[in-house]
């Protein structure tokens, strides 16, 4: 049989012998041109096949698959393509022969062609059909059948699913209809269906603003696709070069009025003669926006109300009518009627009557909704009218959760919650009090239950925190202002009409001076001026308030308390942490009603003695920095500290062993520990215990968090002896230039950070492996920062060649990670191996590299089911080794690239990051 390599020798022999000779005229057929084309045909064919083969793989890997044929096969056709590209070379260099009138070496050139082509051809048939059975077995499943339980809401998603497939021209489709009717849900659907599918390389779904802010909707989808923050013109290139070689789906929730995708960055969408499939799917409330966005009247998929059958199924399903009697259930039937098959009225009203036993109940429901107002054809589909309808759930809650509530729509359209930081804001808002600060963590969580039950608020994308939809926010904000009548009760991202204001948001503006406040000023209660860029001097005309309880001036550039700021005597709630505040004024002792102090991560903070007793209500005081290139030199004083009977919840620095056993004696509630040891007495270990038994270990099981900052060789973690309790710390930063270990004595690693959620190893500079976070069942963030001798993260005897498939999957199954998110790795520079490719990631969404030179592989077999993105430099890239060729090009789909404009890596990463001590890189 003849091989590539042997055909490549027949054609460009020149040597004209008497053999060949006899051979071209005994086989003149070889002089037709059909073989040639022949063999052209079956080739094209087998590229065809070969692109087939390569999307089964990548589609395969993508879904944690690998087809084990794949590669060979790729490998052997690609082979015979690369000689018919010579022989093709070769065919055209002969000219086209009159047979008399062609010299011999013609003759030959055109019979070799001929000859070759024969013996190929064999071969590429072959290859095909191989490349057919590879194909068909592993033919991919069909996306799961997504359904929404009911056939007119059923008919709907099919219809957008087949528009989004099969439309022409312009690739733009639009789901539209009036406020409630469930348009975000069936877009997301569309995400989840598309997600599962092969047609596109990249879902992605973003809410937009209401404006239509070029801007606003740029940050997005720089945010989801994990580019680097920057301005205008920057970030609209940004976007146009990640997605114009991508077959991408963007979906946009919420669109209110024209946009322009052209300046937002999104390629042609033009879809006549492409070679990609590009779709952008948006919702909308009205008919009038499809026609600003251009939308084909064919392409506009209208949500209309569902039908009586399906309300009442909605409505009984959520209502759970258990308890009504049989005689009055026509109430029930009524109002699920009087909804107007709306879905969210429909879930959120029978949510609010869930278990309501007493007919009186479901009467004045039924009389409220039948009142003339709603019963107005004209007026009854108007958003204010949902807004009253609406206000049955609103008034069915307590007064606590009508607070929560309503606080959650002070912060902007989109704004994603982390739950426990909306905890946070509820307790210093005053909503939440009680004895004990785990017990108040614990009730807020359980009103975001209550919430999420009520469809009030809803899951955000990573299924951890919560967020309001759209229309439910501007409900909220309805009933704050009255039903609309004192729309400046809350100002929200405006320096506008402060005068009447109670509430006043400005998150992330930039604002270097304060925006004028009347000096009459008597109802504002709460001011966020968070993430700006205020200094000293931008409070000298911040007049004395009496009326204001809650002031948030975190992120900000302030090196000194201003004096104003203590004038604000009715203060319940003070945040300054992550300014640049070096002195506390004397004045501070005067805000006696103040009940949390928050002054975190201000490393040069000094508070003069005799200032803190004079807070003797405080609840929460956390003076804690976690600054690693400049530890806090503040130690509260212990004495002070435990004269303040009120403090449920405390955050210190500790800067010596003799500080360390001083507070393992003291039963203060810390919740937030930085040690700073940095001269042990015996110079070799940093042990986070104690020898005194003499407390209440109750006391300590509030910490949370705990940041260990030591020149030692080891860190010792001793659960036994210790009386800090850290099997309920829930985030850990380590930072040691000599550390060579970190022992977790007496017990197993996972028995001692039973909850550890975070980890920062920051600066460990001779640790070669931490093997022991394989233990760590809740780990869902690892950065490791500057540890420049960590050769391996794991080190295992496992990384030693496994030989049967049986193997491998016992190996995956039992390495695992299962909580692990994010991953995060800079400046690293001995790192060649993370961990064994056996090792599986089935949380995974982030993989962050940076400065790790010598990481040449990644520790994957198959592409993670929930990955999202993997960012690192372009040349760290280019030079990854792979085992598997069939893996690289469905990896990657998820890489981003840090450009040559991303001039400190680190600092790019950090950005996406909540690292408490990354602001020390920022300027």
Not at 364 to 374: K, M, R
Not at 653 to 680: A, D, M, W
């Amino acid at each position: 049989m003849a091989t590539p390599s042997d055909a490549a020798t027949i054609i460009w022999s020149t040597e004209l012998d008497l053999a060949s000779l006899i051979a071209m005229v005994r086989n003149r057929d070889y002089f037709a041109g059909a073989r040639f084309h022949v063999l052209r045909g079956a080739c094209e064919h087998l590229a065809h096949v070969r692109e087939c083969v390569r999307r089964r793989a990548r589609v395969a890997a993508r879904r944690g698959r690998r087809l084990a044929t794949a590669a060979a096969w790729t490998e052997e056709a690609e082979i015979y393509l690369l000689r018919f590209g010579e022989l093709r070379s070769a065919h055209g260099r002969i000219p086209r022969l009159i047979f008399w009138g062609a010299t011999p070496l013609d003759l030959l050139g055109c019979y070799r062609v001929g000859k070759v082509a024969s013996l190929m051809m064999p071969q590429v048939k072959r290859l095909c059909e191989e490349g057919g059975r590879i194909v068909r077995r592993s033919k991919l499943p069909q996306p799961m059948e997504i359904s929404t339980g009911f056939a007119s809401r059923d008919r709907t998603l099919r219809a957008a699913i087949e528009r989004v497939r099969t439309i022409q021209p312009n690739g733009i489709v639009a789901i539209w209809g009036r406020a409630g009717l469930g348009k975000t849900y069936l877009l997301k659907l569309v995400e989840e269906y598309f997600s599962r599918d092969d047609t596109f390389d990249l879902v992605l779904r973003i809410a937009s603003p209401r404006d239509s802010s070029v801007a606003k909707v740029q940050s997005e989808i720089a945010k989801k696709l994990m580019l680097a923050n920057c301005d205008g013109m920057q970030h609209r290139a940004r976007i146009f070069d990640f997605l114009k070689e991508r077959n991408f789906l963007l979906l946009l929730d919420c669109v209110c009025q024209r946009l322009d995708l052209e300046e937002v960055g999104i390629p042609s969408l033009d879809l006549v003669g492409s070679c990609y499939n590009r779709r952008v799917v948006f919702t909308a409330c009205s008919s009038h926006v499809c026609d600003q966005m251009n939308v084909e009247v064919e392409n506009r998929i209208e949500v209309h109300c569902l039908d009586h059958a399906e309300s009442w199924e909605i409505f009984k399903q959520n209502a759970d009518l258990d308890y009504l009697g049989h005689q009055h259930m026509y109430l029930p039937r009524n109002i699920s009627a009087e909804l107007l098959g709306s879905p969210l009225e429909l879930v959120t009203i029978g949510k609010a009557m869930h278990n309501k036993k007493d007919a009186i109940y479901w009467q004045n429901a039924l009389h409220y909704l039948t009142e003339s107002c709603l019963r107005d054809t004209q007026w009854s589909g108007s958003e204010e009218a949902t807004f009253f309808r609406l206000k049955l759930a609103y008034d069915s809650l307590t007064g606590i959760l009508k607070d929560c509530f309503k606080l959650c729509s002070l912060w902007p359209e989109g704004h994603i919650f982390n739950q426990r930081k909306l905890v946070d804001f509820w307790i210093g808002s005053g909503l939440i009090q009680g004895d004990d600060i785990e017990a108040s963590y614990n009730e807020g969580f359980s009103h975001i239950t209550t919430l999420q039950e009520f469809c009030l608020l809803e899951p955000a994308e990573d299924g951890e925190a919560v967020q309001m939809q759209s229309t439910i926010r501007d409900f909220a904000l309805w009933v704050v202002h009255n039903q609309g009548e004192d729309k400046n009760k809350w100002r929200i991202q405006t320096k506008e009409n402060w005068g009447l204001a109670e509430q006043v948001l400005l998150v992330g503006l930039k604002i270097t001076e304060l925006p004028r406040i009347p000096s009459n000023q008597k109802t504002l209660e709460v001011l966020i001026l968070q993430h700006n860029y205020l200094e000293d001097g931008s409070f000298g005309n911040f007049p004395s308030l009496l009326s204001l309880q809650y002031l948030d001036l975190s992120f900000n550039k302030l090196s000194n308390i201003p004096v104003e700021i203590c004038m604000q005597v009715n203060l319940r709630y003070l945040n300054l942490s992550n300014n640049r505040i070096k002195t506390v004024p004397v004045e501070l002792g005067c805000l006696t009603r103040l009940r949390h102090l928050h002054l975190r991560n201000n490393p040069n903070l000094v508070i003069p003695n005799g200032i803190l007793p004079k807070l003797q209500n405080l609840v929460v005081l956390d003076v804690c920095s976690f600054n690693l290139l400049q530890c806090s030199s503040y130690e509260a004083p212990i004495n002070e500290l435990v004269r303040m009977d009120k403090l449920q919840s405390l955050g210190i620095t500790v800067r010596s062993e003799t500080s360390f056993q001083g507070i393992s004696k003291t039963t203060l509630p810390i919740r937030s520990l930085s040690i700073v040891i940095y001269n042990h007495e015996d110079g070799y270990e940093t042990h986070v215990s104690s020898e005194n038994s003499c407390i209440n270990p109750e006391r300590q099981t509030n910490l949370f968090e705990l940041g260990i900052y030591t020149r030692q060789k080891t860190i010792v973690l001793d659960s036994i002896h210790s009386m800090w309790n850290v099997q309920h710390v829930e985030k850990a930063y380590l930072h040691g230039y000599f550390v060579d270990r970190i022992i977790c004595q007496k017990l197993h690693t996972g028995d001692i950070f039973a909850k550890l959620r975070r980890l920062d190893i920051v600066r460990c500079s001779r640790l070669n492996h931490i093997s022991w976070i394989i233990h760590l069942p809740l780990l869902e963030d690892l950065l490791l920062f500057s540890c420049s001798r960590l050769d391996r993260i794991i080190a295992s005897a496992q990384d030693d060649v496994v030989k049967t498939n049986q193997e491998k999957e016992n190996l995956s199954v039992n390495n695992t990670f299962p909580s692990l998110k994010r991953m995060t790795l800079i400046e690293a520079g001995a790192l060649v191996r993370i961990c064994s490719p056996f090792f599986s990631f089935p949380s995974l969404e982030c993989l962050q590299i940076s400065a790790c030179p010598l990481l040449k592989k990644l520790p994957f077999l198959t592409v993670p089911s929930k990955l999202k993105c993997i960012r690192g430099e372009n040349e760290w890239w280019d030079g990854l080794e792979w085992e598997d060729q069939d893996l690289e090009p469905s990896l990657e789909l998820y890489f981003h690239g840090l450009s040559a404009e991303d001039q400190l890596s680190e600092l790019y990463l950090f950005n996406s990051l909540e690292v408490e001590w990354a602001s020390i890189f920022t300027p």
